[in-house]
């Protein structure tokens, strides 16, 4: 059974869709609320074990994810929060949001009022996506299953493309459908008879403390890290963690066998190749010094395979190459009795990256050469001496303070692409809008105006809570679910208030959480250099690989140029794996030329119905 809900609020004219909807969901395994207002009619149906769902009055009340009562948040208890929201909302009409905690979303539907309220935490995984149409509001919490109930032709929304192409996702609100949105984080929609409202309720200045943590950094990490996983184990004790052997996973596998009294489990997906053997001796090497069992799940059939199922299963192109693999690791988990994992996304953000370090250096040179013409020859020289980075940096030097600019760190954080073939499709303002509209997520959320918070908090917003979010979706399609420690309020909290020395420290990016790691795990497990957890996918690209046919039958769209699908195809890049997964989407849900439901029904074939549908 999927874990799954959607719903829809429609005006007296269009009740007979709601029957049909409703009577729908009474044959099959999805429960169903209903309410006749005297305007509107309501509805949620829902399905699986991992919703809170509640009825009280003319009212119910659907929560997603960990919630707790902020006075209470160290001995987490959902259901004293959710019977907190229920008497607040009854008393006051709105949602106690400053009261909660965790990682979560509240669905609310006021019979009475005739009023539909959703809500998202900072920074609460898991996407819902919403759109209003003719007939009404309509939401869900699969993309693919809202543009299918909601009755309007599906478009292609244009104005998405250049984030799509640069980042191989769109971040934000906005998705690849025109006028279907997603809730960002901290943001409230109601829908009732004034429409449709946006509200955002809260931000990252609402975390901030007049405390500063400092030299007990650690003990508080540490703390909030054993409340967040022991109120998962109380929850949903046979939970596992998806290990990858990196300081993240890792230091989330070491809490949780202190804090699930079982035997614990892992889990990663192994690809047989030559470039990612490693990662799975990676992930095993980190559970053996942990005494943690690692179940490997293999995933060698063709990639398309599982990019074709990816996107059938959420309605979004992959962000990263192994999102791909998601759906096949989240039904193989769920048959061997582990429906629930813990991620470790996110923590990159928050404890510090490389590029920060790259960022630091080139204010020091500026200070050093306050002149373009030093700067250019100094860059030079470095790079004749073989000092890549040191020559990059003395480049930044001349606009480190010019946000504006593409070789900016801000600009280049979670860049996946071919910066020449996307201005070329685009132009170079279509490139230059969708950076700035990124960037205006550090705006919309109140991030501070220093350089290192800035640098961070992109990768954060524009990235880590939106694969978080994706993968989460696609364990609830598989009848899972997903935790995500380093995206709950709790631990944003505790992060938020160090001192950007300690939390960023030169040279040494996640010193923070490795520290705390360093109390379970080795040191050679701690220090060793991350993987990249790369995938050899221009490899599949290129003339004979796997994808090649496929890519060969990408159709034309008006944006891309003959002559850069011909430079794409003679070097594979980023811009032609985002076009391939663009084209199957396009195909699957804007000209239909794929069936959704025939590859959902039989996910391990889909290459092979793919094939025939495609050559019919």
């Keep these: 059974m999927m874990n799954r809900f959607w719903g829809a609020v429609l005006g007296k004219g269009a009740a007979h869709r709601l029957d049909r909807l409703a009577e729908s969901a009474a044959i099959g395994q999805d429960s169903c609320w209903r309410h006749a207002h005297e305007r509107l009619e309501m509805l949620l149906r829902f399905s699986g074990d991992h919703w809170k769902v509640v009825e009280f009055g003319d009212c119910v009340l659907l929560v997603r994810g960990t919630l707790a009562l ?84 599906p478009r292609a ?74 109120e998962q184990s ?45 990662d799975a001796n990676y992930a095993r090497t980190a559970a053996e010094a942990l005494n943690t069992e690692l179940q490997l799940v293999p995933a060698d059939a063709p990639f398309i395979r599982y990019l074709l199922d990816t996107l059938a299963v959420t309605g979004e192109p992959p962000n990263h190459v192994m999102t791909a693999y998601f759906p096949e690791l989240a039904r193989t988990m769920h048959g061997r009795g582990c429906p629930t994992a813990l991620c470790g996304e996110g923590a990159d953000s928050l404890f510090g990256i490389p590029a ?68 070329a499709c685009f132009g170079q303002d279509g490139v230059a809008d969708a950076l700035a509209e990124r960037r205006q997520l550090l705006d919309q959320y109140a991030v501070p105006d220093e350089p290192y918070h800035r640098l961070h908090a992109i ?21 899972g679910d997903l935790c995500c420690p380093y995206l709950d309020s709790r631990l944003l909290r505790v992060v ?54 496929w890519v060969e039958r990408i159709a034309d769209y008006g944006f891309v140029s003959a002559e850069s699908l011909t430079v794409a195809l003679a070097q594979p890049s980023w811009f032609l794996y985002s076009l391939l997964c663009y084209d199957l989407w396009h195909k699957l849900f804007i000209d239909r030329s794929l069936s959704r439901h025939t590859l959902m029904a039989a996910p391990h074939a889909a290459e092979a119905v793919a094939e025939e549908a495609l050559a019919a």
Excluded at 191 to 215: C, K, M, P, V
Excluded at 250 to 268: H, K, M
């Design 70 to 153: 902020a006075e209470h948040a160290q001995r987490a208890n959902r259901t004293d929060a959710v019977r907190h929201v229920q008497r607040h909302y009854a008393k006051h009409g709105e949602l106690p949001v400053g009261d909660l905690e965790g990682s979560f979303t509240l669905v609310l539907l006021d019979g009475q009022a005739g009023r539909t309220v959703l809500y998202r935490n900072l920074v609460g995984a898991g996407f819902t996506y919403y759109t209003r149409t003719l007939d009404g509001l309509f939401f869900s919490s699969n993309l693919a299953e809202l543009v299918e109930h909601c009755g309007a032709q």
């Design 496 to 549: 938020t208030a160090v001192s950007p020395r300690r939390r960023f420290r030169a040279w040494k990016p996640k010193d923070l959480l490795k520290r705390a790691l360093s109390r379970y795990a080795p040191t050679n497990i701690v220090e060793r250099p991350k993987l990249g957890f790369g995938q050899p996918i221009f490899e599949w690209l290129a003339p004979g690989g796997q994808l090649r046919p």
């Design 356 to 423: 920060a370090d790259r960022l630091r250096t080139a204010r020091r040179i500026r200070s050093w050469l306050p002149f373009g013409a030093l700067q250019q020859s100094a860059s030079l020289l470095a790079r004749l001496c073989g000092r890549r980075f040191f020559a990059d940096a003395c480049l930044l030097a001349g606009s480190v303070d010019d946000e504006q600019s593409w070789k900016h760190p801000l600009n280049q954080a979670a860049v996946f692409t071919d910066w020449s073939t996307v201005a």
């Design 157 to 230: 929304n244009e104005s998405a493309l250049p984030a799509f192409f640069l980042f191989r996702a769109v971040p934000g609100r906005q998705t690849l459908f025109e006028d279907v949105f997603r809730l960002m984080p901290g943001e409230q929609v109601v829908f009732d008879a004034q429409g449709l409202q946006q509200r955002q309720r809260q931000t990252f200045a609402d975390l901030e403390s007049e405390q500063t943590i400092g030299d007990d950094a650690v003990d508080y990490l540490d703390a909030v890290m054993h409340d967040i996983l022991s």
């Design 234 to 278: 109380c929850r949903r004790p046979e939970t596992v963690n998806l290990l990858s052997g990196g300081v993240d996973s890792t230091y989330l596998q070491a809490i949780w066998n202190q804090v699930s009294g079982d035997d614990p489990l892992s889990f990663s997906v192994s690809v047989d190749h030559e470039r990612t053997r490693l």
């Design 459 to 479: 990768g954060y917003l524009g990235e880590a809570m939106d694969s978080a979010s994706l993968w989460t979706n696609i364990f609830n399609s598989a009848g």
